[in-house]
């Protein structure tokens, strides 16, 4: 384990932020940065970024600011995002189509080779332009070609077998939409998209406004 | 704005999961749990479950613990989660279909009313047994219909001027999948769901172990 990982959560869970932000920008045509205009941008304040980005090494220069193309390929090796990832997606419904479709259309390091399902109508067809292969074969799949990170869009009750198969096929993380927290997952890492947690914190704040 | 919008956001975020496993257990037929028993399911500890409780006056009881349905109706209420939404959902291309299809089907208080898209192929059709609007009405239906929540799963480009056009019709809410950070929504709440923020933080926990 690197001494990155050593790196409060928060600040790792702001980092695709400055990414897209910078990403952004660069778009738009501009070489250099400055903590007062990312801020601006984010929301977050100057000092915050400043102090955050400083955790990695990166320095911007007084009165000079950040270079931007340099800010984001740092931050892109820090996350990790120089590096190809394997991807499957397991289960074949909606949802599962429409991830898979967002991350061959958006994420080009993450190359998503194979889809997964129960039902005998959708295995052996092609969705995404991706193959549909029988949900039992998960973990021979995964380990005989090295699948690194596990997308879960499968039913709730289904999601904690899924991962324990993924689990023992070596996958090094998952990417679970089913609305359960998974358990035992020691040396995976599991990164959650509960939709309805969040739709759930958003009636909270337009209740109590 | 009510005393219980003082309450910290962390406090907040970590509500519908209480709910949600609270639900669990509901299901497997339990009555009664304990904070020990909850921090077993869900992973904070006990004292931080207490804490968070007795901020909205459920006291669990010396022994005896929490009575699963009641402390299920109050974090209920507390949520807003008593009251029924009026949805809609802008974008009708995979993401928009399958958020459409998960909420109907998982969420009954949120009643999903329309879709809208701006291609010509899609106006007029029915996705999910909703019909599918013009883009250029969303402000006026809004307004006529009260709608409560606009859910944006069009291009990031497009989400802006929509949020402008969202918050001009009067909407209380708006659920952001688009891969950018909405501005100037005062009075407005935003939740974002940012899929490729949550992949790359996964990254960098792969990368960095």
Known sequence: MSKETKIANAVIRRLP?????????????LERTSSAE???????????IRQDLNHFGCFGQQGYGYAITDLKTEINRILGLKNKYKLIVIGCGR???A??????????????VAMFDTSHDKIGSVVCG???LDDKWIEEYVKKNGVDIGVITA??????????RLKRGGVKGIWNFAVTDIK???G??????????????????????
């Not at 990312?38 to 915050?48: H, K, P, V, Y």
């Not at 289904?158 to 991962?163: G, N, R, S, T, V």
């Not at 914190?201 to 406004?209: F, G, H, P, Q, S």
């Open 38 to 48: 990312l801020s601006e941008r984010i929301g977050f304040t100057a000092s915050q």
């Open 155 to 164: 039913p709730a009750e289904f999601a904690q077998d899924i991962a324990d």
């Open 188 to 209: 995976v890492k599991v990164e959650n998209i509960h939709l309805s947690d969040s739709l759930r914190a958003l009636t909270y704040y337009i209740a109590n406004d």
């Open 130 to 132: 991706l193959p549909v």
């Open 17 to 29: 932020r400055y990414l897209r932000t910078l990403e952004e920008m660069e778009a738009e045509g």
């Open 95 to 97: 949802l599962g189509e």
């Open 184 to 186: 035992g997952m020691e």
């Open 99 to 112: 991830i898979a479709n967002y991350t061959k259309t958006f994420e080009p390091q993450f190359d998503i």
